[in-house]
């Protein structure tokens, strides 16, 4: 296991890491409060913790979606949690351009599960020299993920963590094959289960998606006796006011005694 150092925190070691915050950026000081109830909770909990929203989301189903607050002020919104709370961040980025100045701010680049093969994208994240969280692609195998760290690793950059999130099982649903976590910690790296999109259902309500979120915690107990490194969660406030996959994230009120469990049933299987 070739384990990634995101800021103070080590994917890859001893510790379970929680990757987790909202969907996107709703505003400045909803991204703060967010950040520091998390920061309360995991660290209570013992457990490390990375920061991640969007600054922009640019695959939502509508073109009337909310999609954040773009890249300049997003990533001051993200470096602020960074200085003030002392926290790694992660965001996702769509576009090569957008890369260079990510890093600036962030911990850990974020390459969405759609844009995987993307081969200029995946160089400009690489060529950053900042880690890379690679999501896997709703549409492809574990194994074909060799080629997406093929391309990091041309430019020099080991530091690769592969995200599992579901597979497309016909229209508007996902089927999480936790084999595939197996299959993708045998190619070295930091396995990460993205527990929340693992449960959307894309396009599920027309124009936007829905969820399954009744199924989080079994799901998020399944992939931590499965291994994996870390757990990824989209967590907020009031889910169902969320202006971004509100169906499918996670109650921050429930989070405590969840982690309670999860360290648990971690300290067993690590």
Same mark, same amino acid.
């Given at each position: 296991?070739?384990?990634?150092?995101?800021?103070?925190?080590?994917?890859?070691?001893?510790?379970?890491?929680?990757?987790?915050?909202?969907?996107?950026?709703?505003?400045?000081?909803?991204?703060?409060?967010?950040?520091?109830?998390?920061?309360?909770?995991?660290?209570?909990?013992?457990?490390?913790?990375?920061?991640?929203?969007?600054?922009?989301?640019?695959?939502?189903?509508?073109?009337?979606?909310?999609?954040?607050?773009? =890249?300049?002020?997003? &990533?001051?919104? +993200?470096?602020?949690?960074? /200085?003030?709370?002392?926290?790694? $961040?992660?965001?996702?980025? *769509?576009?090569?351009?957008?890369?260079?100045?990510?890093?600036?701010?962030?911990?850990?680049?974020?390459?969405?599960?759609?844009?995987?093969?993307?081969?200029?994208?995946?160089?400009?994240?690489?060529?950053?020299?900042?880690?890379?969280?690679?999501?896997?692609?709703?549409?492809?195998?574990?194994?074909?993920?060799?080629?997406?760290?093929?391309?990091?690793?041309?430019?020099?950059?080991?530091?690769?963590?592969?995200?599992?999130?579901?597979?497309?099982?016909?229209?508007?649903? =996902?089927?999480?094959? &936790?084999?595939? +976590?197996?299959?993708?910690? /045998?190619?070295?790296?930091?396995? $990460?289960?993205?527990?929340? *999109?693992?449960?959307?259902?894309?396009?599920?309500?027309?124009?936007?998606?829905?969820?399954?979120?009744?199924?989080?915690?079994?799901?998020?107990?399944?992939?931590?006796?499965?291994?994996?490194?870390?757990?990824?969660?989209?967590?907020?406030?009031?889910?169902?006011?969320?202006?971004?996959?509100?169906?499918?994230?996670?109650?921050?009120?429930?989070?405590?005694?969840?982690?309670?469990?999860?360290?648990?049933?971690?300290?067993?299987?690590?």
């Amino acid at each position: 296991m070739q384990a990634v150092q995101v800021g103070g925190v080590c994917v890859g070691g001893k510790d379970l890491v929680l990757i987790a915050g909202p969907c996107v950026i709703e505003s400045r000081d909803h991204a703060r409060f967010l950040a520091e109830s998390l920061r309360e909770i995991t660290t209570s909990a013992g457990i490390p913790f990375i920061f991640k929203a969007s600054f922009d989301k640019a695959n939502r189903s509508s073109l009337h979606a909310y999609r954040g607050p773009g =890249l300049e002020a997003g &990533l001051e919104i +993200l470096s602020g949690i960074r /200085e003030d709370l002392g926290l790694p $961040v992660t965001s996702d980025i *769509h576009d090569p351009a957008q890369a260079p100045a990510a890093a600036e701010v962030l911990d850990l680049l974020q390459i969405p599960a759609f844009l995987c093969r993307q081969t200029d994208l995946l160089l400009a994240a690489g060529e950053t020299g900042l880690p890379i969280n690679i999501k896997k692609g709703q549409f492809m195998a574990p194994w074909d993920m060799t080629h997406a760290i093929e391309k990091i690793e041309s430019t020099g950059n080991h530091g690769i963590m592969l995200t599992e999130r579901g597979t497309s099982f016909g229209y508007n649903n =996902l089927v999480c094959d &936790l084999r595939s +976590l197996g299959i993708m910690q /045998e190619l070295c790296r930091p396995v $990460v289960l993205d527990v929340t *999109h693992s449960l959307q259902l894309p396009g599920g309500r027309g124009s936007s998606s829905g969820g399954n979120r009744e199924f989080i915690v079994p799901m998020a107990r399944a992939g931590t006796a499965f291994g994996v490194n870390a757990l990824f969660m989209e967590i907020h406030d009031n889910p169902d006011a969320a202006l971004s996959d509100g169906p499918n994230s996670f109650p921050l009120e429930q989070l405590s005694a969840l982690l309670e469990q999860l360290k648990k049933l971690h300290s067993v299987v690590a």
